[in-house]
């Protein structure tokens, strides 16, 4: 699968989301935002996740963070030791083996999710 819809990516991307929060609270990280109040920034970046990997279905997870990392350079993000969108720093804004195990993790998971919510069962 190549093509979907905005509302489908969006429906996808929800999932994704929040499963995100519930590896944060798991791991005791900052936990984002519900997706109801989740920024527009975070919820975009998240859909675009969905549509890469829909187009990339067997790239690496460490593509999928190359991606996110030059989507967020793109949009003005820089590395920082606090994660703020106002400031539009992050503190992943690293290469991937430079990530913490928990951050790859993190990372699996969100294709883990994707792929399992649009690739055909067998």
């Known amino acids: 699968m190549t093509k979907i819809s905005d509302a489908a990516a969006t429906k996808i991307a929800l999932v994704?989301?929040?499963?995100?929060?519930?590896?944060?609270?798991?791991?005791?990280?900052?936990?984002?935002?519900?997706?109801?109040?989740?920024?527009?920034?975070?919820?975009?970046s998240s859909i675009e996740a969905v549509k890469w990997r829909l187009v990339n279905p067997d790239a690496s997870v460490s593509a999928q963070h190359d991606r996110w990392m030059n989507e967020k350079k793109t949009d003005g993000w820089k590395y920082g030791r606090a994660k703020s969108g106002v400031k539009k720093t992050h503190p992943m804004m690293v290469p991937y083996g430079d990530l913490p195990e928990v951050e790859r993790r993190k990372d699996a998971l969100v294709n883990a999710v994707i792929d399992a919510l649009t690739k055909p069962m067998r």
Request: no cysteine.
């Open 16 to 44: 994704m989301h929040e499963s995100v929060r519930a590896w944060q609270k798991a791991n005791e990280q900052a936990i984002a935002p519900a997706w109801g109040r989740a920024p527009k920034w975070m919820k975009d």
